[in-house]
């Protein structure tokens, strides 16, 4: 994938014209033929036969999303009980569904062990939990010493990330395990989200290291992170090639010195669905501001959708590529403007063009009217997932462009009903003070 605006919908005047006159604005759209290439780019680049790629899918759970990647061939990696569930509905085994959760609960636990569901452990009073579950065999998370993402929020390593077993409690983990008769199968580590090749290679490294440890371990997973371009004038792609090869050489060297066949798992997300996600929404005014001395002025274009619909920006200063597109009934302006481009929430910082600090930022885009349809890629990947009813707006819709290119809605529009179902339930039922 070159980046996320290679999306084929992304530059599809017309079928984003006929979505949004159908189906009204505003509404996801995501490509399945995006989301069956990726799964098969990532297959291909790694030759290391004993493979198997989760999706980890916090990133885009969808049932029909999960449907596609379930019919690719990957597994599951879940946060949650509900992720576990949402899995196991679109047609996924237990077998093939693992669950890492920061939290958990003896219910839980007990919940998923029944069910055949291995738990990845994240901390040693984990590995005690499962014990008292009854449960036989884990994966650990390991927090190997260092992170790397996109941002400091996506790092998810090191002395100051929350995330996994200290790389130096290891041998303590362990111990615990076998006294709590638990057997230590897996290994895995995940240090952040967009994380570049070299971060990518020494984890590996550490990792396949600290297997040497763990005598029952015979599944090594490097988890997720793989880096997609959004702004193809910013960002690095993996070289996926290189990296596979890297993978696929140190696995067989790896299992030739133990002895042994080690499964590699590896489990990303962003890569799987960011490119194969767009965003539509309407113009719904053009407003601007004077300068003054703190500040220069902006002119804004609002539009009927906001960090409700991709919180990306406004938590991250994610950058997406935006383009507007005039509908049928007018002529698209040739002069271009600088914009700020924000969302309709009663909510400063709503903003689409935006920095990580907060900075408002302008894109030259040609001249905006009310009316004209905003696209925005790259919105596969944690933003339906991050969706909210912020300001009771009820919820897009979202629609799959099927691999034989017909639109299929996979989750119709929010309503009011929607955002009050649980307060109604709670009032009928009596609310317990
Ligand atoms: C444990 C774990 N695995 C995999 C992923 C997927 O990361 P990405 O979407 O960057 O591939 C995440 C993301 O937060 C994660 O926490």
New binding site residues.
């Given amino acids: 994938m070159a980046s996320v605006s290679d999306n084929e919908f992304y530059r599809n005047d017309e079928l984003i014209r006929e979505l949004a006159e159908q189906y009204n604005t505003p509404l996801y759209v995501f490509d399945e033929k995006n989301i069956r290439d990726r799964c098969k780019e990532l297959r291909s680049a790694i030759e290391y036969e004993n493979l198997q790629i989760r999706y ?1 899918c ?2 885009l759970t969808l049932q029909a999303v999960l449907k596609v990647v379930l019919d690719e061939g990957l597994w599951i ?1 879940a ?1 949650s009980i509900n992720e576990v569930d949402r899995a196991l509905r679109a047609g996924f085994s237990p077998s093939q569904i693992y669950y ?1 959760g920061e939290g958990a609960t003896l219910t839980v636990y007990q919940n998923l062990t029944k069910r055949g569901i291995l738990i990845n452990c994240t901390s040693i009073d984990q590995i005690k939990l499962l014990g008292q579950a009854s449960g036989a065999e884990c994966s650990i998370r390991l927090n190997p010493g260092e992170g790397h993402g996109a941002n400091t929020k996506t790092n ?1 390593g090191g002395p100051s990330s929350k995330h996994g077993i200290y790389f130096d409690q290891i041998s303590d983990a362990l111990e615990i395990a076998s006294s709590n008769g638990v057997r230590i199968v897996g290994l895995h580590s ?1 240090i952040g ?2 994380t570049d090749l070299s971060h990518w290679l020494r984890i590996k490294d550490k990792t396949l290291n600290i297997a040497r440890e763990l005598p029952d371990v015979h599944t090594i997973n490097l ?4 880096p997609v371009v959004y702004d193809p004038e910013e960002d690095q792609p993996m070289p996926l090639r290189q990296w596979g090869a890297a993978l696929s050489d140190s696995m067989r060297a790896f299992s030739k010195e133990m002895g042994r066949d080690f499964r590699l798992q590896i ?5 799987i669905v960011a490119a194969s996600g767009v965003l539509l929404a309407e113009a719904q005014a053009v407003k601007e501001t004077s300068g003054d001395n703190t500040s220069p002025g902006y002119e804004y274009v609002i539009v009927n959708s906001g960090l409700n619909h991709n919180i990306r920006p406004s938590m991250y200063g994610s950058y997406h590529p935006i383009r507007f597109l005039a509908p049928q009934t007018r002529q698209q302006q040739d002069r271009t403007k600088s914009y700020v481009v924000a969302g309709y929430l009663c909510e400063s910082g709503d903003v689409f063009t935006v920095d990580e600090d907060g900075t408002l930022l302008t894109r030259e885009l040609p001249q905006v009217e009310v009316g004209d349809i905003m696209v925005m890629a790259g919105v596969g ?1 944690y933003s339906h997932s991050m969706k909210s009813e912020y300001n009771s707006m009820n919820l897009p819709m979202s629609i799959l462009i099927q691999a034989n290119g017909q639109p299929k809605v996979i989750e119709r529009r929010g309503t009011l009903h929607d955002i009050m179902r649980r307060e109604v339930e709670a009032y009928n039922e009596g609310v317990d003070e």
Avoid: C, I, M, N
């Fill in positions: 980890a916090k990133a990696d946060s890492t998810t995940h989200s967009g988890g997720g992170g793989l489990e990303p997300g962003r890569y990947a």
